[in-house]
């Protein structure tokens, strides 16, 4: 609105919730219009995809009431609440953002535009556009107050029914309007104060009489004026200023009923439903309705706006949302239905997973009964497709089947579903009509030969949708690009078929693995960065952090295995002899040996070699690739597909839209392990290939966290847009650490080493990866479990399930035993003066901390307490000789701040505090880097940028759990800014308060004797039992950084007759 960007005025582009709003509203409503109105025609009429909508109104959903990074509020966001945009639908943030408007901008002769607005105040050099960051500080409290948001107010309680606000408004602008020629009432632009009073205004805020300045009359108020006059007296309706109802937008809406409609790829599928009880139809009993997969509808709309004599290209190739694939959609005289995008297999491999593709129905069908703002019904088209089967095709996929069933209930994760024939539905549909594909258009749907290849991946599984349209005896025009289209995915097939037998014996033995055959190719090759194995690189759990640490990875992949073991053909150089590895490739029937050769000939040979695979030409180690990518998904080996996903630089399609989702959320993403330079920032959007080739960079080329950190992007952006409620508090997301922690949960909760753990991350399955990733965002309780594969089934990866426990603490299977284990707590005659401590500090902090089931294995002979009165791992026995521990308690805080340091969580309202406290000391060190309190002079409490500057000095410690004892460390010393105190010195090391605390902690457990179990944490030397204790209790964390802090700012605090225990 104020065609500036950051409120420094130096040209810093930023995010506007205004110009969001607007947007928003402009998309909704020029949707459908037709440019020259009845005299138009089809090519001007203007398409507008609810998505895109959709997006808008989560991004404002996300800032509100915060106005950008460097606005914490703005008046000029009446104008998106209100009248003339009312592009908010939540009337409680509409409420919330008017009375921030109010309560921090409202002043006796209008509103200011924002806190610190330089713009005509006495103190603005008018001789420079910028301002210096210091001093935006001079503007506090002087800044110009706009009476042109008065008229806004006056607006707003005509449209709200509000007749006190109308009348309240009116009166105050009446007094502060200036008298014109024949006594016509003008609107300055703004009231400034003198430059003789700028100090006692600075004393006293909103006491020194004002003068106008600027333009007299100011048109844009001026203009708001005289319409709020016409509203107020009755002169004008507000129908008649508001044509297109916009200001409804915060009415309650009638609830939306998902129309569901399943249909079988084939006949054969159709039959497997019917065994079942599930009539269904197959795509081919729906003709002459079309059913396309959601990627041809991203080719149709490219064709929008082309006009090769304008040398307009049309609109990008972008990703349809679930909203724009649950609309029917007419096409040359011809109903078309598209799938949506989640089930697409032809893209990255998250549709691979039917329990993810399950997964993701639930979530879209919530989103669709939320979101929906057509009338008729979104019609969401599920299909049901060869994948969907068990691994031998006799059966449909038991997560499949049950879903089906929860749809003809009517209701499927909170969403009203109605599941039926696509035919019964056609009447209370909703319908787009594509008409700039008209036949009689200029632009012909084939431009030229190559058309149709451009689809970001274009070497993936044909989905199954040509039986259908392959079949019919004469084709368009339309229908021949289509099928064009489809085809230009599809692949042949060359391996040899997976032999069921697990029995068999494979090309290579058994004991070497992939990562051993690997190495030994690089040392062949003389690579000095060879390629990285399938499993994360990892060193094992150290014996002094206790923690998985990525930190210092990659390693090199070179194993101890004597090259001498591999008996690889060679030729008569001594080469590895490539020919004869495509000769074993013909006989090999084993997954992970076909992945063991294809890799070695892609490091020798590269992926453009044609290996001439049973005399056939152009059989390149790519397209043999692909066709492994396949199988193994097929097979489930989630730890090949990801690999070979990096082999074939496969892209989520939506990761652009995905991190632009996350950064539009006020998100900050880093990609690759910290510190810097190494952890990459990501702080704009940027094009898919840039973005793809920063992340491969940040993972130092290390292709399975490359392809792992996409599809975390994917997840996160999933429920930024589902449960922001998530992501309170955090403002930057560090992909690289959410990994190793998820790995550090798995070495944690399995009980194994690091390289084990990491490899069971790789090998999770997708749903399983997103449900880890939410259990670790939301603090839930969950378990892991190891389980076994079928005999019969192909796959060589170990199986791990991610499973939510209760607040028991057990899984419902297990909680069977609870009523019997309490009967026989009753009857111990144990005496321990700490048990009530101990349980209202875990029942004060089971809201945010948990333990896993798995974690600590405790023996019955000897457990360690981690209970305030014994910390140190002392056992206790009743009378009887039974040893009763908590060592399922044991670890659980260290847990929880490694986990909340790594997703950098921190608690409401930290930076607001942090500020506070700046005001008082010149600074605050934070393991060797300042903060200055300079940074208040520029930045406000509230300001996003003021909390990414403070996280920013914050993730430059690299241990997460210690980075959350400084922050413990910060909120006490924050409990001083509330004190009377002008002062409390320079500037405070938080470091040494830390460590101050750690040693009062490690003096007083050898006062008790607790010699043997203080080990230190080498990098820190923070004792661990100090990294693991509550917050609270008298031997909590708080309670020592409270007599840290006293005794580091005892000379500053006031004398009293209190003395420090």
Known sequence: MWERGDKTNQGIPELNASSVGMAKAALEA??????????????????????????????????????????????????????????????????????????????????????????????????????????????????????????????????????????????????????????????????????????????????????????????????????????????????????????????????????????????????????????????????????????????????????????????????????????????????????????????????????????????????????????????????????????????????????????????????????????EFLTTSFYTYLTFLDPDCDEKLFDNASEGTFSPDSDSDLVGYLEDTCNQESQDELDHYINHLLQSTSLRSYLPPLCKNTEDRHVFSAIHSTRDILSVMAKAKGLEVPFVPMTLPTKVLSAHRKSLNLVDSPQPLLEKVPESDFQWPRDDHGDVDCEKLVEQLKDCSNLQDQADILYILYVIKGPSWDTNLSGQHGVTVQNLLGELYGKAGLNQEWGLIRYISGLLRKKVEVLAEACTDLLSHQKQLTVGLPPEPREKIISAPLPPEELTKLIYEASGQDISIAVLTQEIVVYLAMYVRAQPSLFVEMLRLRIGLIIQVMATELARSLNCSGEEASESLMNLSPFDMKNLLHHILSGKEFGVERSVRPIHSSTSSPTISIHEVGHTGVTKTERSGINRLRSEMKQMTRRFSADEQFFSVGQAASSSAHSSKSAVTVPRDYCRSSTPSSPTGTSSSDSGGHHIGWGERQGQWLRRRRLDGAINRVPVGFYQRVWKILQKCHGLSIDGYVLPSSTTREMTPHEIKFAVHVESVLNRVPQPEYRQLLVEAIMVLTLLSDTEMTSIGGIIHVDQIVQMASQLFLQDQVSIGAMDTLEKDQATGICHFFYDSAPSGAYGTMTYLTRAVASYLQELLPNSGCQMQ
């Open 30 to 423: 020029i949707d459908e219009l037709d440019l020259f109105g009845a005299h138009g025609g089809r090519k001007s009429v203007i398409h507008v995809l609810p998505d895109e909508v959709e997006h808008c109104q989560s991004i404002l959903f996300s800032m509100l009431p915060r106005a950008s990074t460097s606005k914490e509020i703005d008046a000029g966001l009446l104008s998106i609440i209100s009248f003339p945009a009312f592009a908010v639908e939540d009337v409680n943030l509409v409420n919330v953002t008017k009375n921030e408007i109010i309560s921090k901008l409202q002043g006796r002769y209008g509103c200011c535009r924002f806190l610190r607005d330089g713009y005509k105040t006495p103190r603005e050099d008018p001789n420079r556009l910028h301002y210096d960051p210091a001093e935006l500080k001079l503007f506090e409290n002087i800044e110009c107050e706009w009476p042109v948001f008065w008229t806004y107010f006056i607006i707003d309680g005509v449209f709200s029914g509000d007749a006190v606000q109308v009348q309240e408004y009116r009166e105050a602008l009446e007094g502060i309007l200036i008298r014109g020629k024949n006594g016509i009432r003008l609107v300055p632009e703004l009231y400034a104060v003198p430059p003789n009073k700028v100090d006692e205004e600075y004393k006293n805020p909103h006491t020194v009489d004002r003068v106008p300045m600027g333009k007299v009359p100011h048109l844009w108020g001026q203009s708001l004026y005289i319409l709020s006059s016409l509203l107020a007296e009755g002169f004008l309706a507000a129908g008649e200023i508001d044509p297109l109802n916009r200001r409804f937008s915060t009415s309650v809406k009638p609830d939306v009923v998902v129309q569901v409609t399943v249909l079988a790829e084939n006949n054969h599928i159709k039959d497997l439903l019917r065994k079942h009880g599930v009539n269904v139809q197959s795509i081919a009993d729906i003709h002459p309705i079309q059913v396309q997969p959601g990627r041809i509808l991203s080719h149709i709309y490219a064709k929008l706006g082309r006009n090769k004599n304008m040398n307009l290209s049309g609109r990008p190739y972008r990703h349809i949302g679930v909203l724009g694939t649950s609309k029917l959609y007419v096409i040359r005289n011809q109903i078309f239905t598209f799938t949506p995008q989640f089930t697409d297999q032809h893209h990255f491999y998250l549709a691979l997973d039917n329990e993810m593709i399950v997964e993701m129905l639930r979530i879209e069908l919530a989103y669709l009964c939320t979101c929906w703002r057509m009338t008729g019904r979104p019609t969401l088209t599920f299909p049901i497709s060869r994948t969907m089967l068990t691994n031998d095709g006799s059966d449909i996929h038991s997560a499949v089947l049950s879903t089906i069933r929860k749809l003809e209930d009517g209701y499927f994760g909170g969403a009203r579903v109605k599941l039926g024939n696509l035919s």
